[in-house]
């Protein structure tokens, strides 16, 4: 059985940065890279976010939550 060869740079599982794996024991993520790696595995759910908002607010209990929010709105 013929095995491919081991790739020299692998991603961080952490924060998705290329690390040369003959030095992945002293990679620290960055934690700005970090949580953009971390919004970005979230795309789908954040993009969906929106939709379900303003569906919710369309029945009976979001259209009293935005009443109430409305009425009890510091002024």
Known sequence: ML????PRHMPCERCGASIDSRVAA???CEEGRR???????LRGEI??????????????GGRFALFYAERTRPR
């Not at 949580?35 to 595995?41: K, S």
């Open 3 to 6: 095995s491919l060869p081991q």
């Open 26 to 28: 002293e990679h620290a």
């Open 35 to 41: 949580l953009d790696y971390v919004v970005f595995q």
């Open 47 to 60: 993009s969906g976010l929106e939709a379900e908002l303003a569906a919710w607010l369309e029945t009976p």
